[in-house]
Nanobody
Framework: QVTLVESGGGLVQAGGSLRLSCTAS????????MAWFRQRPGEDRDLVAA????????YYSDSVKGRFTISRTDTKYTVHLQMSRLELEDTAVYFC????????????????WGQGTRVAVSS
């Protein structure tokens, strides 16, 4: 079993930055790809960024490419999402996910989920 705990959400002005963190526990968590999804009210949960285990390849959605950076600690148990130049459209609940051995794009391919952390971007 893997448990994911997110932190770092909050309220920020447009153009600002936030860093989200996700700490995983569980014996096999280090072998999984990990990802950040986000969900706006009334919308589906969408992949924002993901990082593989070995090699640590990365994926970014077009909407965040060049503004967000995903990284993983050497132990592979913590994943960060550095969010810069935040836009109003980035407002959402952000979820950490783990589970597939390789990066996958769809939520149903991830076995484990955090509880979500809210990010609100104001004008």
């Amino acid at each position: 079993q893997v448990t994911l705990v997110e932190s770092g959400g909050g309220l920020v002005q447009a153009g600002g930055s936030l860093r989200l963190s996700c700490t995983a526990s569980g014996r096999t968590v280090g072998v999984y790809a990990m990802a950040w999804f986000r969900q706006r009210p009334g919308e589906d949960r969408d992949l924002v960024a993901a990082i593989g285990w070995s090699p640590p390849n990365t994926y970014y959605s077009d909407s965040v490419k060049g503004r967000f950076t995903i990284s993983r600690t050497d132990t592979k148990y913590t994943v960060h999402l550095q969010m810069s130049r935040l836009e109003l459209e980035d407002t959402a609940v952000y979820f950490c996910a783990a589970g597939p051995l390789n990066i996958e794009r769809w939520p149903n391919q991830y076995k484990y989920w955090g509880q979500g952390t809210r990010v609100a971007v104001s004008s």
